[in-house]
């Protein structure tokens, strides 16, 4: 089983940036789909950003395109998502997720493996 511990959230005003980072421990991700899902309260978890294995394919959700970035770093064994141009309507949980097969999924049931959360405000 692998854990995945997320940060860099936090607080950030409209326009700015944050980058969150995924560490994965108990074994590598290299050959895992990740991805990034974001839940508010009472509602479900919808993905934000998702990368191969090899980041040779990613998705993104459409409200993020041109703004965020999922990358990772197979060496480090973690997985980051770059947020520039932050709204308020960004403000939510953010969660790491692995995926149980190497491709790029938007599919929360594909994944098998979740981190704590990091919160995420932006501030207008």
């Known amino acids: 089983q692998v854990q995945l511990v997320e940060s860099g959230g936090g607080l950030a005003q409209a326009g700015g940036s944050l980058r969150l980072s995924c560490a994965a421990s108990g074994r590598t991700v290299s050959r895992t789909g990740m991805g990034w899902f974001r839940q508010a309260p009472g509602k479900e978890r919808e993905c934000v950003a998702a990368?191969?294995?090899?980041?040779?394919?990613?998705y993104y959700a459409d409200y993020v395109k041109g703004r965020f970035a999922i990358s990772r770093d197979n060496a480090k064994n973690t997985v980051y998502l770059q947020m520039n141009s932050l709204k308020p309507e960004d403000t939510d949980v953010y969660y790491c997720a692995a995926n149980r097969a190497p491709r790029a999924s938007s599919v929360s049931s594909d994944f098998g493996s979740w981190g704590q959360g990091t919160q995420v405000t932006v501030s207008s």
């Open positions: 990368i191969s294995w090899n980041g040779g394919s990613t």
